[in-house]
Antibody, heavy 118, light 104 residues
Framework: EVLLVESGGGLVQPGGSLRLSCAAS????????ISWVRQAPGKGLEWVSIIYSGGTTFYADSVKGRFSISRDDSKNTVYLQMNSLRVEDTAVYFCVRAPTITTNYDYWGQGTLVTVSS | DIQMTQSPSSLSASIGDRVTITCRAGQIISNYLNWYQQRAGQAPKLLIY???SLHSGVPSRFSGSASGTDFTLTISSLQPEDFATYYCQQAYTHPSFGGGTKVE
């Protein structure tokens, strides 16, 4: 069974940092394309970042230079390091899988809430 | 970024109704268009990929169509479990989503 389990969310002050984890099971993350997609409270979906099977990474303009996606193949886990957090980064962060470079997101985690507030 | 415009933003429907949701892409995206369903308090689920193809396990009352940069999700006969918010997403470039359509 394919599962994605996010962790690491919480309350952080503006300017602070947080690292989210996405532990995968039932498939190999390095053979797939893993993204982070976020959803602000009561709002729609926003793509944040992706790591390709080959390791190439991309970011939305809104987080470029502040967020960094990586993975640990030995743990079958993907991470999102979030620095210089802003109030507008407050959202539920979903870890999602696409089996190919075409981002058809067939599996989603349950999400982890990040709240940026003073 | 490719803008995705969904309409309507919400609609009211009854059990058994035929429901149509439209998504317009800001440029040509071929058929790289996906549809997702998000029930309240849950993560989104993939319904349709490649504009037309039904994802595994999705009921056949859901269907997708395309014409140029306009895409349509149709629910042929609305069921109680279909009351949810629906999102389109282009997969032509780095992903972008429509604003969502709440079916209530």
């Amino acid at each position: 069974e394919v599962l994605l389990v996010e962790s690491g969310g919480g309350l952080v002050q503006p300017g602070g940092s947080l690292r989210l984890s996405c532990a995968a099971s039932g498939f190999i993350v390095s053979d797939n394309y893993i993204s982070w997609v976020r959803q602000a409270p009561g709002k729609g979906l926003e793509w944040v970042s992706i790591i390709y099977s080959g390791g190439t990474t991309f970011y939305a303009d809104s987080v470029k230079g502040r967020f960094s996606i990586s993975r640990d193949d030995s743990k079958n886990t993907v991470y999102l390091q979030m620095n210089s957090l802003r109030v507008e980064d407050t959202a539920v962060y979903f870890c999602v899988r696409a089996p190919t470079i075409t981002t058809n997101y067939d599996y989603w985690g349950q999400g982890t809430l990040v709240t940026v507030s003073s | 970024d490719i803008q995705m415009t969904q309409s309507p933003s919400s609609l009211s429907a009854s059990i058994g109704d035929r429901v149509t949701i439209t998504c317009r892409a800001g440029q040509i995206i071929s058929n790289y268009l996906n549809w997702y369903q998000q029930r309240a308090g849950q993560a989104p689920k993939l319904l349709i990929y490649g504009a037309f193809s039904l994802h595994s396990g999705v009921p056949s009352r859901f269907s997708g169509s395309a014409s140029g940069t306009d895409f349509t999700l149709t629910i042929s006969s609305l069921q109680p479990e279909d009351f949810a918010t629906y999102y389109c997403q282009q997969a032509y470039t780095h992903p972008s989503f429509g604003g969502g359509t709440k079916v209530e």
